[in-house]
């Protein structure tokens, strides 16, 4: 069975400064992956997905994610924060002929001013 | 487009009781899935609808349950309401569904307080 793991439960960043948020993930082949975005009180919004190809992906709100199958790793960056970045993010992950997300446990970011 | 919607936002039940929730899914789309979201257990998977049919199911109990109607809106049941059970319920609708390729789209989600 595929997994998830954020190992960051929480990361304060400065606004301006760039943000890096870690996932890897446990699958026998090549996964579907996805990040998603939950402000307080929403559900989750897709910000950016990878089923093949180019291993950058770019997503919404200027978010990026690189797939590198040698680490099992997706990791989420963005060059600068802005305040209304402060949320929580899940990676997910999918197998391409299912379509059962698993979730990671999530890394909360706090943007200070 | 509206987005996905969920009635109600907040509910409060006590244990014993049995609970619905209402999704309604993006005009079109025919799959809608549910997710039960909780701090200990993080976001784990319930079912998943098409077609009026239960086509995925998560490892929860039978005490949950779900259906989909003719116009995909789905409602979601749970029966003899534990504590546990208290959690962010989100429901996601997609086109089709099926393969993670369609991207699932999420409502804003019930929160359930078991007393």
């Known amino acids: 069975a595929q997994s998830v793991t954020q190992p960051d439960i929480h990361i304060t960043v400065s606004e301006g400064a760039s943000l890096e948020l870690r996932c890897n993930y446990s699958?026998?082949?090549?996964?579907?992956l996805f990040w998603y975005v939950q402000s307080p009180g929403q559900g989750l919004q897709l910000l950016l997905k990878?089923?093949?190809?180019?291993?950058l992906v770019q997503g919404i709100k200027g978010f990026e994610a690189e797939f590198k199958r040698s680490q099992s790793s997706f990791n989420l960056r963005k060059p600068s924060v802005h305040w209304s970045d402060a949320a929580e993010y899940f990676c997910?992950?999918?197998?391409?002929?299912?379509?059962?997300?698993?979730f990671g446990a999530g890394t909360t970011v706090t943007v200070r001013a | 487009k509206a987005g996905v919607t969920q009635t109600p936002r907040y509910l409060i039940k006590t244990r014993g009781q049995q609970v619905t929730l209402s999704c309604s899914p993006i005009s079109g789309h025919r799959s809608v899935s549910w997710y039960q979201q909780t701090p200990g257990q993080g976001l784990q998977f319930l079912f998943e609808?098409?077609?009026?049919?239960?086509?995925n199911k998560g490892n929860f109990p039978g005490r949950f349950s779900g259906r989909q109607f003719s116009n995909s809106r789905s409602e979601m049941n749970v029966s003899t309401l534990e504590l546990g059970d208290s959690a962010l319920y989100l429901c996601?609708?997609?086109?089709?569904?099926?393969?993670?390729?369609?991207?699932?789209?999420f409502g804003p989600g019930t929160r359930l307080t078991v007393l």
């Open positions: 609808y098409f077609s009026e049919t239960q086509r």
């Open positions: 699958y026998g082949a090549t996964p579907y």
């Open positions: 997910a992950v999918a197998p391409s002929n299912d379509y059962k997300l698993s």
């Open positions: 996601a609708s997609s086109l089709v569904g099926g393969t993670s390729t369609d991207t699932q789209y």
């Open positions: 990878y089923f093949s190809g180019d291993t």
